[in-house]
């Protein structure tokens, strides 16, 4: 666990982007409930989210297909009665808000037809430790499944860090991939937080900034290798922020880079050896 408590709520993606410069995905709407979705003036692809939820939960990647809506991420084709029953059962169950945010489906050039792939990337207060890539192919049943592949910082696979059963190392790194991780680094700079993991997508015009995860959920067991390089970057997190705590009073989110992001590493990074193939 941090060292510091952070007090302060971690700005949203859109206020981040603003403030950086950054590209969103274009935001449709924000509407207090389900039932409030106006769907006949949705685009041809959107997204609809909870503003507060984790895993994927309640998260309905649509596409207009046969006079309802196909979900890109199960291949089914449902209707608006449908998403409002499944997502209320999530809202009952306290997995994620009644609030839905929609905005307009990020295309991937690579993959137009599925979910875009959805590269995670874990930072440490200014600096890149690792990517997961989440990717979908379709299986024999209609629908999509998920599967991984995660890279160091030089966009080199690291194999079976986390721990993954379905890894995928045909899932392709960005196309402007010291693009994606700058970005990343320049948002994780902005927000004084030992780990702070920067969901970004791609499309033909370079990377889009989807999500801001402060605390990322799910249970993995990571490779010792990947948890010593990972440990080692956090501590390293650790030692600029009490560097940024004594300056400032105090640990808040900016909308700027913070000068106490880019200080020279206290220790070096541990060395993680790259896998071929994703083995």
């Not at 979705?37 to 041809?44: G, V």
């Not at 999509?144 to 890894?167: C, E, I, K, P």
């Not at 705590?245 to 220790?267: C, I, K, M, N």
Request: glycine residues 10%.
């Amino acid at each position: 666990n941090s060292s510091f408590r952070f007090r302060h709520p971690v700005p949203q993606p859109g206020e981040v982007a603003r403030e950086l410069g950054v590209r969103t995905p274009e935001l449709i709407g924000i509407y207090s409930d389900i039932a409030d979705l106006p769907w006949d003036d949705f685009p041809e692809r959107s997204v609809l989210k909870p503003l507060r939820g984790s895993t994927s939960k309640g998260v309905f990647l649509l596409q207009r297909a046969d006079g309802g809506w196909r979900d890109l991420a199960s291949g089914r084709v449902v209707s608006p009665d449908d998403v409002s029953r499944e997502y209320r059962a999530l809202v009952t169950s306290g997995a994620i808000s009644a609030d839905v945010l929609v905005e307009r489906a990020i295309v991937d050039p690579r993959c137009p037809g599925l979910p875009p792939i959805d590269y995670k990337v874990y930072t440490f207060y200014g600096q890149v430790g690792l990517t997961m890539a989440k990717g979908h192919a379709w299986d024999g049943c209609g629908g999509s499944a998920a599967s991984f592949r995660v890279f160091d910082a030089q966009w080199r696979d690291l194999g079976d860090a986390f721990g993954r059963n379905r890894l995928n190392p045909l899932i392709p790194p960005p196309v402007r991939g010291a693009e994606m991780l700058e970005l990343a680094s320049l948002v994780s700079s902005a927000v004084p937080r030992g780990l702070l993991r920067v969901d970004l997508f791609e499309d033909e015009d370079g990377p889009v900034l989807g999500e801001v995860t402060p605390e990322p959920g799910g249970s993995v067991i990571v490779r010792s290798d990947v948890d010593r390089m990972l440990g080692r970057q956090w501590e390293d997190a650790e030692a600029r922020l009490r560097v940024r705590f004594a300056r400032a009073g105090q640990l808040s989110p900016g909308l700027a880079p913070q000068a106490e992001a880019s200080l020279q590493r206290v220790r070096a990074r541990a060395a993680v050896e790259p896998h071929e193939n994703g083995r």
